[in-house]
């Protein structure tokens, strides 16, 4: 890359950019996960395949896939609503400690037989490849009408197990490096993480809310920018004092989003995208740093097919099943879960640790896992929709984002802009605008019923699942919420 000119490389990133939205909307044709068409356009972009590009760096892999963890983790946490996850949250809970544990070590008795490594370097890999991963279980469960039960599960599980993989995979390099370290001071190390995270989490998200709701700045746009910079700062603080800064951003995510937030809507609408972009960065630089000629070899392709084999049969549903039997689950649901634990870029950043760390066989490791990953994500990322519809494990189809609207800042002006959708059991269903009794200086600007736009006036009648839009004195909003206390309110 040394080569190429400042606006040759700037050309590559339009290419990427544009590829990668392209891309996103051939997937959800194809029925094929996003992120292996992003993989498969690094791949073609590198030195093996087209040679426009020399990537061998996986420091800077590393940094980019953690970065973007960073923000799809954070992303995810805002749109998870406390009121779904309180139900499986034992379960999930469980499915990201036990089942990793679990999963490790069977992949890793595998590992040891197969691919005829030490039982330390097994436990290595099946530590790498033993967490679902958040990027690939958020984009594949989008918009799909699975189970409230399911999905939440699952998300919760891919947005919290992600820690235990990486506190398993740094023990076992330092065990492998430093042969001397005790299983003492391994556990002291795990309740550090753990403790710190959930700290960190907590107090770090209940802060960030409340400044981004009190501070007032000169665009609404900046309030994005500042929610981003609160996600890496969470990561990066909690990281260095010896936390598990993924497990801080996810919960603090979801603290913020589960609290009543001043441009919402903006700050929403800003991680989607920003999540999007570092989901195309990060799996199109992971592409990148796979060299295809070296897995085109049987000896390679046949240890990856019985590996994969083990994890997607024998593993994660040994894990499901052990982690969910004090939880009422039923036999299908479990099943399901179990189909629907993919791999994807965590344990593709995590098999650059031991690369980075000059472990013997570090290139192997990688290699087994990026063929994981790909087996996992082709295999299981396109066919949850049919588990989930032979199961019979559906659930109502899922509403289509049917209107945006953009809130203009009124940080200098005494108003506020309320969204409010009414529940299908409202109390106000049926009544009349002018009948529902809105404070002073308050008014209903618009209302979006079934998609349309309903111009409101004081005859119009209010309907279940409309979605009302109020203008209100910024000292009023508190009377607002008393009269609306029942309603989905944002």
Do not use: C
């Not at 959800?28 to 020399?54: E, H, K, N, Q, T």
């Not at 390099?173 to 391994?186: F, G, K, N, V």
């Not at 982690?323 to 634990?341: H, M, N, Q």
């Amino acid at each position: 890359m040394e080569n190429f000119t400042t606006d040759f490389a700037i050309l590559l990133m339009g290419i990427f950019l544009l590829s990668g939205v392209l891309m996103t909307k051939l997937s959800a044709r194809a029925g094929v996960p996003a992120l292996i068409l992003f993989i498969f356009l690094g791949m073609l972009l590198g030195s093996d395949i087209s040679g426009l590009i020399y990537f061998s760096n996986a420091k800077v892999a590393q940094m980019v896939g953690v970065l973007a963890l960073i923000i799809i983790l954070f992303e995810g946490g805002l749109q998870t609503q406390w009121k779904q996850v309180k139900p499986v949250l034992g379960g999930s809970i469980v499915l990201a400690t036990v089942g990793v544990l679990v999963t490790t070590s069977i992949v890793a008795v595998a590992a040891y037989y197969v691919l005829g490594i030490g039982w330390l370097e097994a436990f290595l890999l099946g530590s790498i490849v033993g967490s679902t991963d958040a990027a690939a279980v958020f984009s594949v469960l989008a918009g799909q009408n699975i189970k409230q039960k399911l999905s939440s599960t699952l998300e919760a599980e891919s947005g919290t197990n992600d820690p235990m993989a990486m506190f398993l995979t740094i023990v076992f390099i330092e065990w492998i490096m430093m042969p001397d370290t005790t299983a003492w001071s391994l556990a002291g190390m795990f309740f550090l993480q753990m403790g710190l995270g959930i700290l960190f989490g907590f107090g770090l998200g209940i802060f960030a809310s409340k400044t981004m709701n009190k501070i007032k700045l000169d665009a609404g746009g900046l309030y994005a920018v500042l929610s981003a910079g609160f996600a890496v700062f969470i990561y990066s603080i909690t990281a260095v004092l010896g936390g598990s800064g993924l497990l801080a951003v996810y919960i603090a995510a979801m603290i913020i989003g589960n609290r009543e937030l001043r441009h919402s809507h903006s700050i929403i609408s800003f991680h989607e995208g920003f999540a999007w972009l570092m989901q195309i960065a990060m799996f199109v630089i992971l592409g990148l740093l796979v060299f295809p000629s070296e897995l085109a070899d049987w000896d390679l392709v046949w240890k990856g097919l019985v590996l994969s084999f083990v994890l997607i049969a024998i593993a994660r549903p040994i894990a499901v099943f052990i982690s969910t039997s004090f939880f009422p689950y039923t036999l299908k649901e479990k099943w399901f879960i179990s189909w629907a634990g993919l791999r994807g870029a965590v344990p593709i950043v995590l098999a650059t640790f031991p690369m980075l760390a000059g472990m013997e066989n570090s290139h192997l490791y990688f290699n087994i896992v990026f063929f994981i990953v790909l087996s996992s994500a082709l295999l299981q990322g396109s066919t949850i929709p049919v588990v989930a519809n032979l199961l019979k494990l559906n659930g109502p189809a899922v509403p289509k984002r049917i209107h945006s609207l953009e809130l203009v800042s009124m940080d200098r002006a005494n108003a506020e802009m309320l969204e409010v959708e009414l529940s299908a059991s409202s109390p106000f269903a049926g009544q009349l605008l002018q009948t529902i009794g809105l404070p002073k200086k308050t008014v209903i600007s618009a209302i979006i019923r079934d998609g349309d736009l309903v111009m409101p006036t004081g005859s119009t009648k209010l309907e279940p699942k409309d979605v009302l839009y109020i203008l209100t004195e910024k000292d009023q909003v508190k009377n607002v919420k008393l009269v609306l206390a029942e309603e989905n309110m944002k």
